[in-house]
């Protein structure tokens, strides 16, 4: 059974870092593209990053362009997302999505498997 476990997420104020991990029970994995999104409430899940399946492609929403890193180890079947100058507008729930091929771009269509979340909470 797939399964992508979030983990990472907590309370931080508005400045600060946290680093999300993204545990994947997927055989397929180095062969996917990777995804973040979020979803913050009363709004639409929202792209966040991307990353190819061997880690040298990357694509970030304009909004955490700058602050936020993708990265992945496929020898430990994990996705990271690195957040720096977090705001409180970064408060969301955020999942990882494993993409339906090599590359993928910021439609949710394109992924296949989601995580169950993880709360990210920025205060100010």
């Known amino acids: 059974q797939v399964q992508l476990v979030e983990s990472g997420g907590g309370l931080v104020q508005a400045g600060g870092s946290l680093r999300l991990s993204c545990a994947a029970s997927l055989p397929t994995f180095r062969t996917r593209a990777m995804g973040w999104f979020r979803q913050a409430p009363g709004k639409e899940r929202e792209f966040v990053a991307t990353?190819?399946?061997?880690?040298?492609?990357?694509y970030y929403a304009d909004s955490v362009k700058g602050r936020f890193t993708i990265s992945r180890d496929n020898g430990k079947n994990t996705v990271y997302l690195q957040m720096n100058s977090l705001k409180p507008e970064d408060t969301a729930v955020y999942y990882c999505?494993?993409?339906?091929?090599?590359?993928?771009?910021?439609?949710?269509?394109?992924?296949?498997?989601w995580g169950q979340g993880t709360q990210v909470t920025v205060s100010s």
């Open positions: 990353i190819n399946w061997n880690g040298d492609s990357t």
């Open positions: 999505a494993a993409g339906q091929h090599v590359v993928a771009g910021t439609g949710i269509h394109e992924y296949t498997y």
